[in-house]
């Protein structure tokens, strides 16, 4: 649900309906199941080489593949294996800043300058606008060579690094008068928490969230740490009619905006803690569901503090997208508490897939209902 870091977003063209006509338009596809006919969809009419949807419900999990993890070797996705979250990432990196806010270290609606002073051209951006995307800071990932992918494999970046790269550009509209996706928001919003805490974001990230629920199998790579734990599907990225394993790589050319590695039962558990205030008090969750209308290319579409809401066909969804060389998913909690992660091991995705994720999140969250 946002722009990722090659700069394309995943966009649902239309109404919901529409997009679940589409789902099952195709009359090869033996449906099973309205999730499995969405997955089958991505996979045998789009193109994508592999997906996978994990669902929670209560203390049920129900996983649904198709497609292949290994387009040499023929294997399926492996059952909750490790993957690339992408801006996933920022839901994280938000309940952290939140976190500081609800302890008194962080004001939201302070000024960046008060925790970073001379880092951002101007200074009456807030920490609130960061999370938010209404700083109408410049979008770093914009400015990334991405016609050879292959050049940043192993490039990797320091934060500052990526937050020069953004400044050396004009605002894109006066702080907090608009709503504009950027990366640069949340790599500030990381050194934001470093500075504050004194500790790595990984290591806040650790204490206060994957420790706390067990997520055994999420983290954020430091510098140099470019291998993708196994198991995993191969993440695969289009280059000249190919698709190229990218499952590995350094991912601080993301960090704090997108760089995060999880699973999909990790995630479930993330957003169904999250939502169900196990993370956050009251007040800061309540902040953090305070949106505003966002262009993720969904109508009615809302985004808060590092969570975007999007209707579904059963109600609503509170959670966040995620894109990044090799994999794409969307992942959170739909009506009553029932979460999904539904994961794609190919990024940039073929156009037609990009409706179709959405699609398939509904039909996770919402069939069988």
């Not at 789902?23 to 449906?31: F, G, I, M, R, S």
């Not at 608009?178 to 790595?200: K, P």
């Amino acid at each position: 649900m946002r722009k990722s870091l090659h700069g394309r977003q995943i966009v649902a063209c239309g109404t919901l309906v529409a997009l679940l006509a589409a789902t099952t338009a195709a009359p090869a596809l033996a449906v099973t199941s309205p999730l499995q006919g969405a997955l089958d969809t991505l996979t045998a009419q789009d193109g994508v080489p592999g997906a996978e949807a994990v669902v929670q419900d209560g203390s049920r999990t129900r996983v649904t593949r198709s497609g292949t993890g290994d387009v040499a070797t023929g294997k399926p996705f492996p059952r909750n294996g490790s993957f690339r979250v992408g801006s996933v990432t920022k839901s994280f990196v938000a309940t952290v800043v939140l976190q500081l806010a609800g302890e008194g270290r962080v004001k939201l609606d302070a000024p960046v300058e008060r925790y970073l002073p001379g880092l951002l051209p101007d200074r009456r951006i807030t920490v609130r606008q960061l999370l938010q995307h209404t700083s109408g800071l410049y979008n770093y990932t914009d400015d990334l060579d991405l016609s050879d992918p292959e050049a940043l494999r192993h490039r990797g970046a320091d934060p500052a690094e990526l937050v020069a790269m953004a400044v050396k550009h004009p605002a894109l509209f006066p702080p907090g008068t608009t709503w504009s996706y950027s990366n640069t928001n949340y790599i500030v919003a990381g050194m934001l928490a470093e500075r504050v805490t004194g500790h790595a974001l990984g290591d806040e990230i650790a204490h206060r969230i994957t420790l706390p629920l067990g997520l055994r199998d999420t983290y954020l790579p430091r510098r140099g740490d470019e291998k993708l734990p196994a198991p995993h599907a191969v993440g695969y990225v289009p280059i000249d009619g190919n698709l190229v394993d990218f499952s590995d790589y350094d991912a601080t050319i993301a960090g704090a905006a997108g760089g995060l590695v999880s699973t999909p039962a990790d995630l479930d558990r993330f957003y169904g803690a999250l939502l169900g205030g196990r993370l956050l008090r009251p007040a800061e969750l309540a902040e953090m569901r305070r949106t505003v209308p966002a262009d993720l290319g969904v109508p009615g579409a809302r985004y808060g503090l590092g969570l975007g809401s999007i209707p579904l066909s059963c109600g609503e969804f509170w959670g966040h997208e995620g894109g990044v060389l090799g994999f794409t998913n969307l992942a959170g909690v739909g009506p009553g508490g029932r979460r999904a992660t539904v994961v794609l091991n190919q990024n940039p995705a073929p156009e037609a897939a990009e409706a179709h994720l959405l699609a398939a999140t509904d039909a996770a969250l919402c069939s069988g209902r």
